[in-house]
C-alpha cells in the first residue's frame, strides 16, 4: 500500500512550502511593475532569493520524507530541485546547489542533521545497533585524524607523551604509549582557542582549563576529561572521543559532540557537571544504558543508522 504522505507530521510542512512559494509569486508580480534598470537588478536579486527559498523547501520536504518528486504532481505543479545526501564526519550533510550565472561562483545551501532520538533511541537497545554505530565512527573518527590534509601534518612520536600548556602539535599520534594533556601548564596556557586531534595505542587524559574549538580523540586505553578545579573549565566547542575501552567525563567539563567507547561512557559527577550540550550523543557497544540524568531532547544521534533526520545547523556556502 502507498503510504499518505499527506497525513501526520508530514502534513504539517505542507503550508510552510506552499507559503514559501506564494510569497516569492507575489515578490517577483511586484518587481515587474519597476522600471528598465531597477526592475532588472531587482529581477536579478529576487531570482536568487527564489533559488534560496525553492532549495529551502527542498531541504524541509526532504527531512519530512516526503518522495522526491511529490509537489510536481497535482494540485501543487512545482519542480523543486534535487537534494543530495552525503556526510560530513558523523552526521547527514544534505544540499541543494544553487545555480549561477556565467562568471560567478556557484553556492550551495547546506544542512547538518542528525538522526532523532524520539524515532531512534529505542534502538540503541539492540548490542547489533550499537557495534554498527561503534564501529562506523570508529572508522571515520580514525580516518579523519590519521588522513590529515595540508597544512597540517601527523606527527608521530614513540612511548609516553606529556605536554604542559599548549606546546603540542595539532595532529599527533602517540605509538606504544599514553598521552597526556595539561593545559594548565606551560608559559602558554592563557593563549587563545585551539584545535587538535590526537591517537594514542595507550590512554589519552585531558585535563586543565582552556577553550576548545574542535577536539578529536582516539585511544586504544581509556580517555579522560577533567576541568580544573581551581582555574575553571575545559570548554569544548566540538567534541570527538572514541575509545576501545572506556570514556570518563568529569567535572569542569564543557561539550557538544560524540563520545562512544567499548565499555561505558562514564559521568563520575553526573552529567549536569559535565555540562554536555545540543547536539551531542554518548554510548557505550557494551551498553544500553544512558546517564539517567541525561535528558533526551539533548541527544541527536549520528548518521550511521536509520532514523528521521532532525537539522541542528543549517548554512549557506
Known amino acids: 500500500m502507498t503510504p499518505d504522505f499527506r ?14 512559494l506564494l510569497a516569492v509569486t ?6 515587474l511593475q519597476m522600471p528598465g534598470g531597477v526592475r532588472r537588478v531587482a529581477m536579478h536579486r529576487a531570482q536568487k532569493q527564489q533559488q534560496i527559498y525553492d532549495a529551502e523547501s527542498a531541504l524541509l520536504a526532504y527531512l519530512e520524507g ?14 523543486l530541485p534535487s537534494v543530495e545526501r552525503s556526510r560530513l564526519g558523523p552526521w547527514a550533510q544534505l544540499s541543494v546547489n544553487l545555480p549561477a550565472p556565467t562568471g560567478e561562483a556557484s553556492s550551495r545551501l547546506q544542512v547538518l542533521a542528525g538522526v532523532a532520538c524520539d524515532s531512534a533511541c529505542n534502538k540503541l537497545k539492540s ?11 570508529k572508522q571515520q573518527l580514525n580516518r579523519e585524524i590519521t588522513m590529515v590534509r595540508p597544512p597540517l601534518a ?10 604542559f600548556g599548549r606546546d603540542f602539535p595539532q595532529a599527533l599520534w602517540v605509538q606504544e604509549g599514553d598521552l ?13 582557542a585551539f584545535s587538535g586531534r590526537f591517537i594514542a595505542d595507550g590512554s589519552i587524559d585531558v585535563r586543565g582549563s582552556a577553550d576548545v574549538d574542535t577536539l578529536r580523540v ?14 575553571g573549565s575545559v570548554k569544548i566547542k566540538w567534541l570527538e572521543a ?20 567499548r565499555h561505558e561512557v562514564a559521568f563520575p559527577n553526573g552529567v549536569g557537571k559535565a555540562q554536555m550540550r545540543y547536539p551531542s550523543f554518548v554510548t557505550a557497544a557494551e551498553s544500553a544504558d544512558l546517564p539517567l540524568d541525561l535528558k533526551l531532547d539533548s541527544i541527536l544521534i549520528p548518521d550511521f543508522i536509520d532514523g528521521d533526520l532532525k537539522p541542528f545547523e543549517w548554512r549557506l556556502q
Not at 242 to 261: K, L, N, T
Open 26 to 31: 507575489f515578490l517577483l508580480t511586484s518587481l
Open 154 to 163: 601527523l606527527e608521530i612520536k614513540s612511548g609516553n607523551r606529556r605536554y
Open 242 to 261: 572514541f575509545s576501545e575501552d572506556r570514556i570518563e567525563i568529569s567535572r569542569g567539563v564543557e561539550f557538544s559532540g560524540i563520545a562512544i567507547a
Open 218 to 231: 582516539y585511544a586504544r586505553g581509556p580517555i579522560y576529561l577533567r576541568g580544573s578545579l581551581l582555574r
Open 180 to 192: 597526556l594533556l595539561d593545559l594548565d601548564g606551560g608559559e602558554n596556557s592563557a593563549a587563545q
Open 66 to 79: 516526503f518522495p522526491e518528486l511529490f509537489f510536481e504532481g497535482e494540485p501543487w505543479n512545482v519542480a
Open 127 to 137: 548490542p547489533k545497533l550499537r557495534h554498527e554505530i561503534y564501529e562506523g565512527f
Open 7 to 20: 497525513m501526520g507530521k508530514r502534513g504539517a510542512v505542507l503550508p510552510l512550502v506552499l507559503g514559501i
